[in-house]
């Protein structure tokens, strides 16, 4: 025991009692069993499981107290923290170390001191200030209180029909659950596409999922005013002009991150909108620490400050934020990688990083690839496609994000991808992996694999790839398929394209212009990889493999999802080659 | 084309067409159009599913032909490679650069001449030397000509009884796949445990799983002959003295590395006995490259060479030692770290790097930990747990290997550590990744995440680990669960064991002794590791927390496996504290 006295029992003061609050005080008892420890949560409930809100509502969590990952007494009896729901703070007087708190129950404020102060307060749902929006049967679904409102609602007046505003991680999720309760429902989202976190190709094949469970896909549009009657909204006005009558609305639109609190107390915020923090946690007041969806984290593709507002951050970083707080060491908060999964139907679709897209916002020499494998080897019964794209750097072959969409096994490759980006790979490492293998769990070259090959040849000058998503138009196309897949699915985009199966290339090669720029297609990428190698090596200059092929070029560019017929973005620039030389040809 | 015409257009002979041999050659026709490439394969088969032997005899794989990944008409074909089966290359000589081949088909003898070699001639299966072992019902599984000699018995004898030997990855998958097809199963296995690749108190949760499936589990037993009648074996004597009553035999004995050739030749072997390479897969002689079950890796965890007679690993180098021959360059051959997997009825098997004794083998200064943690969240229904073994080296906290058991999830916590091993990882960076996390995919702190925060705690002295085999005597022994869980179940192997449930521990700690060296316990330790940290910040000196539980540790120490009531090996060693200060108390 060398710690002085105060430094050994400090009184902490949690604000927020969810993911990251709940982390913070727990690691912080575990660390100083001497310490006054107080977390306040303004709301009903601590501790819940926000992320299961949607399947309590859909009934596959069908008890209501499993959503509450520790009670109250919990924190008392195990920990001895001092729990106070309904408790808000409302101001922070830095200079005297005192929060003012605002008991809901009672009505009455009072003072609390502390030695340090964590803020965990979360983020509140975007409302957006339409006239109507407050009426009973408008959800937002963000905590206990809330999912309590709307299944109150559905027990009592039986809605057939609900509109779900936002197509994010939330609304889908919401739109699955109300439909496996018999709930019809119109999908409304304000972009062209479905989570538009993920790239357009890969989106597109949950939009397809979405469409065949009936549901009424409005994409590239948005709420511009509710109809009511009677203190309910009867009816959703679209921005297009088109009103859809509903029993209810679901709002999933996305929240904005609660720092009235530390900006009241001059705490700075960052370029994102978060409070700013250093490496552990810390805001401008070193007292004063800042976790969760209200904070930003250092993001790791990019090693900018960020808001990243999901679960796995918070809990890390209320962890280390409860341990500094009550020692004054731990280690740093770790780089946020955005890391995240959503179930769509039978699909899943995974993300870590930057998609392509934001990789050219953020103005990075960014290139990608797209594989299309098995998930287990296809010789075992119920293989399924796993559907990977990978965005890396140019220059360095550094891995910027990945994301996959599929039926089975898309959480072990997203983290995998996530995991060799912890420590800054690059494509090459992914072809190295050494990963677990039998034919019912995974396939000796595994899409990770498939994807850093693909990637590193791309980079290497070994077969450069065509972005699924460029326009053809100028090119010699080849595709490289059989007579009969090719007359089951024409090449998208390119009516132009030659026809030449693979095994028959070598013999027809004079069938081609060997001085035309020479992009090669077939189903996934994989024969037209040969296809490319081939042309290379036979006095072809400039060739390219569509990387993702027919099947993905149907969703990168056409205009297959439902409830969407409106313009596309325009197809991707060309790249340019890679400026390494050529091995091999 | 600025390569010499001699290096653009070599001859390469590759010897062996199956995982190794295949991926070689595909990858020099890719990187080399020109050369000249010609694989031999002794047996049958070329290219085809090993690793889908036991199903296809099982009839998970009902079609026979999708045993065959690519066949020679494929090569052909796609790749342009002359493929020859049933030709047997039975003498190098390196100063003509030729090779001795014998057509199996003719009887003939003829030479080839090669630029460059790649010897992937995997291995053979072990057959003990025993009277009656090649009796018609007695059979290895390394290729479809085995399992087409399996089930051709199969169909004609109808067998009732099988006798497996040995209860490695083949041995455990013909049991299963045997069991499936109605066959009574005994499998012997010499060692007390089955799986000796993993720590004991794992594997004995396969031994639980296969007891209830109603296999004859015989360990620490083997066969010492065989007896036959009509040319048949009708029953196997065990070492033991028991004759056990069989319709047919399947050896899953191990395999031996098939380097005859390359000792002919003059090529040096490795200590572990696999023909020795370098970087590139080369052999003492620059021309000769070996991959495969044949030859040596660099073990990732020691950095020494040894065996490893996985499909991952020859996959990788067959393709980079393919792309060395015919351009000259590749990257080098990565790391091998042995993971592996393997489904035993419900449940999985995985495994990477260096089990707990393996690395006391190998006089490392190793620690583990043990997590017992669903593999989504627990509110979500269908949760089933991890049960996460992660073995690190005591001064650097690098992670030496890892073990999982359960029915959910396990291939994808191994892959996750066995990409951060690839990357040097230590135990601190598993609590750092960004995973995943949706409610029916994971949790916010993922098994994973619990076995790095587990081993950091235990290497910064927070808690310290007592492993789960030691022996507790001369220890006070806390136990922290309820009063129900104890009278359901005590601590195996401390009768003397205290009981005081967690939350009534601060009030109560005055009934123990602070200046006794003290182990905690719970179900699983985590309530024991909360108790821990009460314990060293009130006074007590020595405390330590026992990882895994009483879960854990009736698997660990007890005798409950099924068909083996010998000897267990000694209880481990108790590890000293770390030397690193405690941190927090």
Not at 330 to 337: E, I
Not at 541 to 559: D, K, W
């Amino acid at each position: 025991m060398t710690d002085s006295t105060t430094a050994a029992s400090p009184t902490l003061v949690v604000v927020g009692g969810v993911a990251g609050g709940a982390s913070a005080v727990t690691r912080a008892r575990r660390m100083n069993e001497h310490a006054t420890i107080i977390m306040f949560e303004k709301d009903e409930h601590v501790s819940f499981a926000n992320c299961g809100l949607p399947y309590h509502v859909g009934g596959e969590i069908a008890e209501r107290e499993s959503l509450f990952v520790a009670r109250p007494a919990l924190f008392a009896d195990r920990f001895n923290i001092d729990v106070r729901t309904r408790h808000e703070v409302v101001d922070i007087d830095r200079s005297r170390r005192e929060v003012t708190v605002l008991n809901h129950t009672t009505g009455e404020h009072f003072r609390q001191a502390y030695d340090k102060l964590i803020l965990a307060p979360g983020a509140a749902p975007i409302v957006p200030p339409l006239a109507g929006i407050s009426a009973s049967n408008v959800f937002s679904v963000r905590n206990v209180t809330d999912t309590d409102r709307i299944n109150a609602f559905m027990t009592r007046a039986q809605p057939g029909r609900a509109v779900v505003v936002g197509a994010g991680y939330i609304g889908l999720e919401m739109m699955e659950q109300l439909h496996s309760r018999g709930v019809a429902v119109t999908l409304v989202e304000l972009q062209p596409q479905v989570l538009p976190l993920m790239d357009p190709e890969l989106a597109h094949m949950l939009e397809e999922e979405i469409a065949a469970h009936d549901i009424d896909l409005r994409l590239g549009d948005g709420i511009s005013a509710l109809v009511s009657a009677e203190g309910l909204a009867t009816g959703v006005v679209l921005g297009s002009g088109e009103t859809i009558d509903t029993d209810m609305v679901i709002l999933g639109i996305g929240v904005r991150p609660s720092v009235q609190l530390a900006e009241q107390a001059g705490l700075s915020l960052g370029d994102s909108g978060g409070i700013h923090v250093n490496a552990h946690g810390q805001t401008d007041d070193p007292d004063i620490y800042a976790v969760g969806d209200a904070c930003e984290y250092t993001f790791g593709p990019t090693g900018k400050q960020m808001r990243v507002a999901l679960a796995g951050p918070a809990n890390r970083a209320g962890r280390l934020a409860g341990e500094h707080a009550v020692t004054g060491s731990s280690a740093p908060v770790p780089r946020a990688w955005g890391t995240a999964i959503v179930r769509v139907f039978g699909l899943a679709a995974g993300m870590v990083g930057l998609t392509m897209s934001m990789a050219r916002r953020s103005g990075l020499d960014a290139r990608c690839c797209v594989v299309r494998a098995n998930h287990h080897v296809g010789y075992y019964p119920g293989a399924q496609p796993v559907t990977l794209k990978l965005v890396y750097e140019a220059g360095t072959g550094r891995i910027l994000g990945a994301q996959a969409v599929g039926r089975e096994g898309i959480d072990k490759r997203i983290d995998v991808i996530a995991t060799a980006m912890h420590f800054g790979a690059t494509v090459h490492d992914l072809t190295a992996l050494d990963l677990a293998y039998a034919p019912s769990f995974g396939a000796a070259k595994d899409p990770v694999h498939m994807a850093g090959f693909v990637a590193a040849n791309d980079l290497a000058g070994t077969a450069v790839i065509m972005p699924i998503d460029s326009d053809l138009d100028g090119y010699q196309v080849l595709d490289v398929r059989s007579r009969d897949e090719v007359s089951g699915s024409a090449l998208y985009g390119a009516p132009h394209a030659i026809n030449i199966p693979l095994h028959e290339l070598r013999e027809r090669i004079a069938e081609l212009d060997s001085a035309q720029p020479t992009v090669v297609s077939c189903a996934s990428g994989a024969r037209s990889y040969v296809a490319t190698r081939i042309l290379m090596q036979r006095g072809f200059n400039t060739v390219y493999n569509l990387s993702g092929g027919t099947l993905l070029r149907a969703h990168a560019i056409s205009s297959i999802s439902a409830g969407y017929s409106g313009p596309r973005p325009a197809p991707a620039p060309i790249p340019a080659p890679p400026v390494t030389g050529r091995r091999g040809d």
